[in-house]
């Protein structure tokens, strides 16, 4: 047993696939201290610039205060409060739809939607480049699971059309976490209207970052109504919004299926009440702040602009997630690695995170970047370019 365990820790090691974790000392920031060294960071999903801010760090004290650190039970027991009430009731406000469902993590929100709604018989399709959580959940929810080339709707079509399970459900990636490219949401939900499927929109990377107010994917476009009782939306708050948690907003009759059947809202303990009270603030902020989005485009087109004489491409993305794609693995180490020796972090993402011969660094850039940040990368990414 143990031998087989170092075997493949020991494979996993040679194929150039091991994680080492870096440990921060200090709040997360794009300037980050990490063994005594200090980083310019294009590395977290903190992209408003939120989690560190200091209204939010006043409101977090005051909500520990106000609710104790610990919740103490789970939802259906006692350990609901009025500051996640109140934090359901606003982001079902603002992202336009009727009710919402807090939870710990993205990762549980995904399993509690997918094994709550779908099981044995059912059939679920999925994009190929989807975040590993909906994988998961969908594994655990023991239905036929299918996955389409990334967003090739004719072939989403061809397998809705085909199925004969009689509850269907299209699971998708509203921004995909590794392009930063952004699914075609209409065009999703009207076939999911039209083969009377469930449309799962896993909006982290959207929440905060698209729509005016940073509402969302079903707000990035003017003029959409992408209201549809077949819609579940899920979006993060641990990511743009600064802080930890997710939601999915939904009809009433959905949110009612996740407390009665969903195993990882009702078997777990509630995210601490002075985290939603936070998330008050976050979302005032996050509605109020649209400078920070703003900044967001400038950086990015700024990014794009300097770097069109660059070595390797940028992937087309209009939103804060910006990868260069590189190729092959070892040079896309290689390349963080040189970046690193300049005191700038940006991740390698390798296989089996993205497919083969794809390895890419992935820029992630925050409102709380300057100007001047942006150059220094831009220029480091010039400068390494001759000698990786
Ligand atoms: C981060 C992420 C999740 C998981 O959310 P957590 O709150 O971090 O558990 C789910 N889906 C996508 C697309 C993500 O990027």
Known sequence: MATDLSARLSAHENKGLYRKRLTLEGPQATDVTIDGKRYLAFCSNDYLGLANHSALIEAACHGARTYGVGSGASHLITGHSTAHHALEHALAQFVGLPQALLFSTGYMANMAVITALVGRGDAVFADKLNHASLNDAIVLSRATF?????????????????????????????VFSMDGDIAPVAELLAL?????????????????????????????????????????????????????????AAQPEVIAALIQFAHSYGYTTAT?????????????????????????TAHRLRLSRGLQSCRWPLLPSATPIQPLRVGRSEEAVR?????????????????????????????????????????RLIEALHAVAGNV
């Open 192 to 248: 999911c209207e039209r083969y009377d499927a469930w449309l799962l929109l896993d909006d982290a990377h959207g929440f905060g970052v698209l729509g005016k107010q940073g509402q969302g994917i079903l707000h990035a476009v003017d003029g959409f109504d992408l209201q549809s009782p077949r819609l579940i939306y899920m979006a993060t708050l641990g990511k743009a919004a600064g802080v930890f948690g997710a939601f999915v």
């Open 272 to 296: 601490p009440p002075l985290l939603a009270h936070t998330l008050l603030t976050s979302l005032s902020l996050i509605e109020r702040e649209v400078w920070r989005r703003e900044i967001l």
């Open 335 to 375: 390349l963080s690695a040189a970046l690193r020796e300049q005191g700038i972090l940006v991740p390698a993402i390798r296989p089996p995170t993205v497919p083969k011969g794809e390895a890419r660094l992935r820029i992630s850039l925050s409102a709380a970047h300057s100007k001047e940040d942006v150059d």
């Open 146 to 174: 299918t996955r389409y080339p990334h967003l090739e709707l004719a072939r989403l079509e061809r397998c809705l059309a085909d199925t004969k399970a009689s509850r269907k459900l299209v699971a998708t990636d509203a």
